[in-house]
């Protein structure tokens, strides 16, 4: 059997009890296929990372180390939020590497959209290959492989061209060859969640929006800038914070904030004041393949126009973009 291909018998996970059936089969897994040897994961905190993450150290504890690289390109609190779940609260071995300086100097100056995800990405890999370099008698790499991933590569196989680049991190150096650890690999993105709540993850974590691995690199439109990659994160958390506080949160599919590098005269205290423009993106989507557009409330809509225009310096304006997918993409980069 093509233990790649999820048998067509396998039940939909979709209640606490069928989650925690299947966790205790990975642990199982997991504990016959690494013994007493080593596991290494990269952990992004996203859904999938850590839900990997919280089975493999229920399953072998401080034989798994982590690594999260922090880009420079995370949304705010992102990266302390992972700290806190898993090295606080859940006690993993958790590396932490701040790589921002790394990252934004490679992207200075560049503004193709393709080229500042390629440069993600091999930064990312150059990253984690040195951390691995310097732990001994690692012998698998975690991952948070899910079913769809799975699909996606059969598709490529058969020659389909993508419109982006999505899949951000290519292999390892040759040196780093790990077997792999996949636990989730059959599951669709549903189920992990579902598996994720049983596994004691805090909310917040487990219904996350999707967050693309180049991170707000491809919302700070063309070549990064701090100042403008720091007014970005502030209006996005506000973002986040009117969306939460109003209850679309949970019911918008993503959303978030583009910064284009372009500037625009207005007034602040009397004086002109100029500023980039603040473009938000509200969709709904089942599969990123096509997206419709959410109807935010006015209401809520001059609130956080309001607040990202007081708040966040360097940003003189709030637009919405009402482009459904085609003929946009999600991301505008
Ligand atoms: P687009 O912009 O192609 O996005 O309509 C569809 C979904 O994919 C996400 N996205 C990415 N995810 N690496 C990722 O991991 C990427 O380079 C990337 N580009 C887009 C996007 O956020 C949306 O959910």
């Known amino acids: 059997m093509d233990n790649n291909r999820r048998p067509e018998d396998m039940a939909r996970i979709t209640t606490q009890e069928a989650?925690?059936?299947?966790?205790?089969?990975?642990?199982?897994?997991?504990?016959?296929?690494?013994?007493?040897?080593?596991?290494?994961?990269?952990?992004?905190?996203?859904?999938?990372?850590?839900?990997?993450?919280?089975?493999?150290?229920?399953?072998?504890?401080?034989?798994?180390?982590?690594v999260h690289v922090n880009h420079g390109l995370m949304r705010k609190n992102e990266s302390e939020n992972v700290i806190k779940v898993f090295k606080d609260e859940m006690n993993a071995n958790l590396i932490y590497v701040d790589a921002t300086d790394r990252f934004l100097s490679l992207l200075e100056n560049v503004s193709d959209p393709e080229r500042k995800r390629k440069i993600i990405g091999a930064e990312f890999i150059n990253v984690f290959a040195e951390e691995a370099r310097k732990l001994d008698n690692i012998s698998f790499l975690g991952q948070g492989t899910i079913y769809p991933d799975i699909l996606e590569s059969f598709k490529q196989a058969e020659g389909k061209q993508a419109v982006k680049s999505h899949h951000n991190v290519g292999g390892l150096p040759e040196d780093l060859k790990f077997e792999l650890v996949e636990p989730l690999k059959l599951l669709y993105k549903d189920e992990v969640r579902v598996v994720g709540e049983a596994l004691g993850l805090p909310?917040?974590?487990?219904?996350?929006?999707?967050?693309?691995?180049?991170?707000?690199?491809?919302?700070?439109?063309?070549?990064?800038?701090?100042?403008?990659?720091?007014?970005?994160?502030?209006?996005?958390?506000?973002?986040?914070?009117e969306f939460n506080r109003s209850g679309l949160g949970e019911k918008v599919w993503q959303y978030f904030i583009i910064v284009p590098d372009i500037k625009s005269v207005g007034v602040k205290d009397g004086s002109r004041y100029e500023g980039w423009p603040a473009i938000i993106r509200a969709v709904n989507t089942t599969d990123a393949i096509t997206a419709t557009i959410e109807e935010v409330p006015y209401e809520i809509l001059h609130r956080i126009t309001d607040r990202i225009t007081k708040e966040v310096e360097g940003i003189n304006r709030v637009l919405m973009d009402l482009t459904p997918k085609p003929v946009g993409t999600i991301e505008w980069e």
């Not at 905190?45 to 982590?66: F, H």
């Not at 919302?219 to 100042?227: E, K, V």
């Open 19 to 66: 989650a925690k059936k299947f966790i205790d089969e990975k642990i199982s897994e997991i504990r016959a296929q690494v013994g007493d040897k080593k596991v290494l994961l990269a952990l992004s905190g996203g859904v999938d990372s850590s839900v990997v993450a919280a089975i493999l150290i229920k399953a072998i504890g401080n034989q798994l180390t982590c």
């Open 203 to 241: 909310r917040e974590m487990v219904y996350r929006q999707p967050f693309p691995g180049p991170g707000l690199g491809v919302r700070c439109l063309g070549a990064i800038t701090r100042d403008r990659l720091n007014a970005l994160r502030e209006a996005d958390a506000i973002l986040r914070e």
